[in-house]
């Protein structure tokens, strides 16, 4: 087995007074995908936010290719993926400028290979519409065409299947399969029935539930 | 999805240039702003409407605007940079663009500086090239107007600055509004007395170097302090959020 990327190690978080969980640790390995699993409200986005380096209020370890991460964080942030629950898009900005802004910071593309990705997540023909013109799940492909075109090998997806059609979750989910294979450490969390063989994952609440 | 596109996974990719990244920032900003008039003119139409309304209700008299005239534009500057501030990173952290923007591979107050720039271009300059007009309606002589517009040509920036700082440490609340005024006032004040003395100190007929001086050195310590502490205020907001 490789190098892990990430690694928590006794992660705790507390929200509102409230113990989401404790004593978490897990490793992130290249060519794995991991669900992170839970009911509404167990600290499935909050774990997300953590790894992303967006929520600070933990205690514990997290390391970057076993190197403490806050020294790292320029590192790791050219090295991570993160899609969150708001997608970034710009309502007013077309598909094809919200792409270019949000790859120009870390892998500046031409127009051409971006108008392809958005053609590949299903959006060809809208990649001069403004956005607030497209439905919410063509809003969440637009985002979703960051993953083509991305080379980071640590993917952060949170609930990255909402609005999305039954043909959409089934390329998503064959395009992070495929991901793995090729090396790439991808961390999902959704309520939607993922099944993939040798998923790793990470279950939260169900311990806790039974100390409260 | 086709997977043609796709790149190789890399340990570490190149990465982007700081400098690129900003202009990529600021770009973005300003294009979001033009698909947005309407947001564009607030500000201006707030100063012009303030300036315009003083003369209606306090005096037409040329004695009373000749001497107040400096700091009626001065305060309805200060209050229509006020205003927009809440715009700053609202938009972006309501649909999630900001989140993406704390975790570029740059430094952040680098880009938080770029975003600050925008912000000032489209609110505080906007501002400064309308003052020579109205300037010659509340009765300011030509050297005045000048000073005048010297003075919003340093000062704005410094308001967007100090601003950006506010904006963003009450970005996790509901009702920034009132916060965000009460945080902010206090330090645009040395600003405001600055920027006015200035003007007040030309028509007297003085030299007015000193007083530039000062004021570009608020205007110094504005940018290289000021996006530090907004950048950080930034990530504890999103922190919390």
């Known amino acids: 087995m490789s190098e ?61 290719r076993g190197e403490p991460r806050v020294n790292l964080r320029e590192e790791f942030q050219r090295n991570m993926l993160y899609l969150g629950h708001r997608t970034g898009i710009k309502t007013l900005l077309t598909p094809l ?34 956005c ?49 294979a090729e090396g790439g450490a991808v961390v999902v969390t959704t309520h939607h029935d993922l099944r993939m063989a040798g998923m790793h994952r990470i279950v939260l609440g169900g311990g806790l539930d039974d100390e409260r | 999805m086709s997977a043609d596109l796709r790149p190789e ?28 008039k309407q947001d564009l ?15 209606l209700g306090v005096s037409p008299e040329v004695s009373f605007l000749r001497e107040a005239g400096a700091g009626i534009l001065w305060v309805a500057a200060l209050l229509s940079v006020l205003l927009s501030l809440d715009h700053l990173f609202r938009h972006d952290f309501d649909d999630g663009s900001l989140e993406q923007l704390v975790l570029q591979p740059q430094p952040l107050f680098l880009l938080v500086l770029a975003k600050t720039l925008a912000h000032w271009m489209l609110t505080g300059l906007p501002l400064v090239v309308l003052t020579p007009v109205l300037g010659v309606m509340v009765h300011q002589e030509g050297n005045s107007i000048a000073v005048l517009c010297l003075t919003l040509l340093i000062g704005t920036p410094v308001l967007s600055l100090i601003g950006a700082i506010g904006a963003a440490l009450t970005l996790g609340l509901r009702s920034a509004g009132v916060l965000l005024s009460l945080l902010i ?26 007083y530039v001086a000062l004021m570009a050195a608020f205007l110094v310590l504005a940018v290289t302090l000021a996006p530090f502490a907004a950048a950080a205020a930034l990530r504890i907001s999103l922190s919390n959020g």
């Open chain 1, 4 to 64: 892990p990327l990430l690694q928590a190690v006794n992660l705790q978080c507390e929200r509102d007074e409230r113990v989401l969980f404790r004593d978490l640790s897990f490793s992130i390995v290249p060519g794995t995908v991991t669900r992170v699993e839970g009911p509404n409200g167990s600290g499935k986005t909050t774990l997300l936010r953590i790894l992303a380096g967006l929520n600070d209020a933990w205690s514990g370890e997290l390391l970057w």
């Open chain 1, 132 to 180: 607030r013109n497209l439905s919410a799940g063509q809003q969440r492909r637009v985002a979703l065409a960051r993953l083509l075109v991305a080379d980071e090998p640590l993917w952060l997806l949170d609930e990255v299947f909402t609005a999305i059609d039954v043909d959409g979750v089934s390329a998503i989910e064959s395009l992070l399969q495929q991901r793995a």
């Open chain 2, 41 to 55: 003119l607030n500000p201006l139409l707030f100063f012009v409407m303030v300036v315009s309304l003083f003369p």
């Open chain 1, 97 to 130: 400028e919200n792409l270019r802004a949000l790859m120009a910071g870390r892998r500046p593309l031409s127009d051409d290979v971006l108008r392809q990705a958005l053609a590949g997540t299903g959006l060809a023909g809208f990649q001069d519409v403004p």
């Open chain 2, 9 to 36: 996974i890399k340990p570490v990719s190149a990465g982007v240039g700081t400098f690129a990244a900003m202009k990529a920032v600021f770009g973005r900003d300003l294009k979001v702003a033009f698909r947005q």
């Open chain 2, 185 to 210: 006032i206090p330090l645009y004040i040395p600003v405001l007395i600055f920027g006015t003395g200035t003007v007040a100190a030309a028509a007297d007929g003085a030299s007015v170097g000193a």
